[in-house]
């Protein structure tokens, strides 16, 4: 069962968990009973997982295909086939830059527009479809694996009494078939998964991380991170307000694409994550 590690002090962006030990060790380090000033060189997190100065984070959404789920850019390689396939004057480096982390019938959508050929309804709806039955038959014998360091996050999160999210531009079937191909289990290694086919609106809007915040009752974004390797993982960060935006390089996007889209840190890997996400400072 999940522990809630709520901070018991604040003072002067300084954390102390409800543990009295902790506490009382805490204040003989930083003399905070004799009044004394908060030493500069005093940095990190408490043990709470309360990053200093900064408020507890109770959930951390990552998205899943090039960010914790290493499939090798397929999604993109098998849109581009099927769009390819049909006709359409686009390029693979097309597919890379707008379809990113989108829910999938929108990412056709935009990377026709992209290249200005019309299109309607029918159209989208065709080419996702013929999508959709590729990238369904793709996963079924393509090599997939765990991002390095995923699974291991996850736990080191999770032991913080943090939630886990995976969301993704995935319809929930598909995500919910690689989950299991993974082998990663619900309540242990991840909490919930929300995909796109769930809510309204898919990425850049925050509806995903919006409904994961209902889901486990948070109710202020500040206390919410979020992870990708798209632009639109950014965006969507920012747009539901979380308290911070995370770039990954090990997908779609490069540094400056992410920053430019919002991101507030971008890191190599996820090995780096929990050191970004608990500086203090």
Not at 165 to 180: F, M, P, Q, S
């Given at each position: 069962?999940?522990?809630?590690?709520?901070?018991?002090?604040?003072?002067?962006?300084?954390?102390?968990?409800?543990?009295?030990?902790?506490?009382?060790?805490?204040?003989?380090?930083?003399?905070?009973?004799?009044?004394?000033?908060?030493?500069?060189?005093?940095?990190?997190?408490?043990?709470?997982?309360?990053?200093?100065?900064?408020?507890?984070?109770?959930?951390?959404?990552?998205?899943?295909?090039?960010?914790?789920?290493?499939?090798?850019?397929?999604?993109?390689?098998?849109?581009?086939?099927?769009?390819?396939?049909?006709?359409?004057?686009?390029?693979?480096?097309?597919?890379?830059?707008?379809?990113?982390?989108?829910?999938?019938?929108?990412?056709?959508?935009?990377?026709?527009?992209?290249?200005?050929?019309?299109?309607?309804?029918?159209?989208?709806?065709?080419?996702?479809?013929d999508f959709d039955s590729r990238l369904a038959g793709?996963?079924?014998?393509?090599?997939?694996?765990?991002?390095?360091?995923?699974?291991?996050?996850?736990?080191?999160?999770?032991?913080?009494?943090?939630?886990?999210?995976?969301?993704?531009?995935?319809?929930?079937?598909?995500?919910?078939?690689?989950?299991?191909?993974?082998?990663?289990?619900?309540?242990?290694?991840?909490?919930l998964l929300v995909s796109a086919d769930q809510v309204?609106?898919?990425?850049?809007?925050?509806?995903?991380?919006?409904?994961?915040?209902?889901?486990?009752?948070?109710?202020?974004?500040?206390?919410?991170?979020?992870?990708?390797?798209?632009?639109?993982?950014?965006?969507?960060?920012?747009?539901?307000?979380?308290?911070?935006?995370?770039?990954?390089?090990?997908?779609?996007?490069?540094?400056?694409?992410?920053?430019?889209?919002?991101?507030?840190?971008?890191?190599?890997?996820?090995?780096?994550?929990?050191?970004?996400?608990?500086?203090g400072g």
């Amino acid at each position: 069962m999940l522990q809630a590690h709520a901070p018991e002090v604040t003072r002067e962006g300084v954390c102390l968990r409800a543990t009295r030990v902790t506490c009382e060790v805490i204040e003989r380090v930083i003399g905070l009973n004799s009044g004394a000033e908060r030493p500069s060189l005093i940095q990190g997190y408490a043990a709470c997982g309360v990053p200093c100065g900064g408020p507890m984070k109770k959930m951390f959404v990552f998205d899943m295909a090039g960010t914790t789920v290493d499939e090798r850019l397929l999604v993109y390689r098998v849109l581009f086939e099927s769009l390819s396939r049909a006709g359409h004057a686009v390029t693979y480096e097309d597919v890379l830059r707008h379809c990113g982390g989108k829910e999938k019938r929108q990412a056709v959508r935009d990377v026709l527009d992209a290249r200005q050929i019309a299109r309607d309804e029918e159209m989208v709806e065709s080419l996702y479809q013929d999508f959709d039955s590729r990238l369904a038959g793709a996963y079924e014998t393509a090599e997939i694996a765990p991002m390095p360091f995923a699974r291991e996050v996850f736990s080191s999160l999770r032991g913080r009494g943090i939630r886990v999210v995976l969301d993704t531009g995935y319809t929930e079937a598909l995500a919910r078939h690689l989950i299991a191909r993974l082998g990663w289990r619900f309540g242990e290694d991840i909490d919930l998964l929300v995909s796109a086919d769930q809510v309204p609106r898919g990425r850049p809007a925050p509806d995903m991380i919006e409904l994961a915040m209902r889901h486990f009752g948070i109710e202020e974004a500040s206390a919410v991170v979020k992870i990708g390797d798209t632009i639109v993982d950014m965006q969507e960060g920012r747009n539901a307000g979380c308290g911070l935006v995370v770039g990954v390089l090990t997908g779609a996007d490069d540094r400056e694409r992410l920053l430019g889209a919002g991101a507030h840190r971008v890191i190599e890997t996820l090995a780096d994550l929990e050191t970004v996400a608990f500086a203090g400072g």
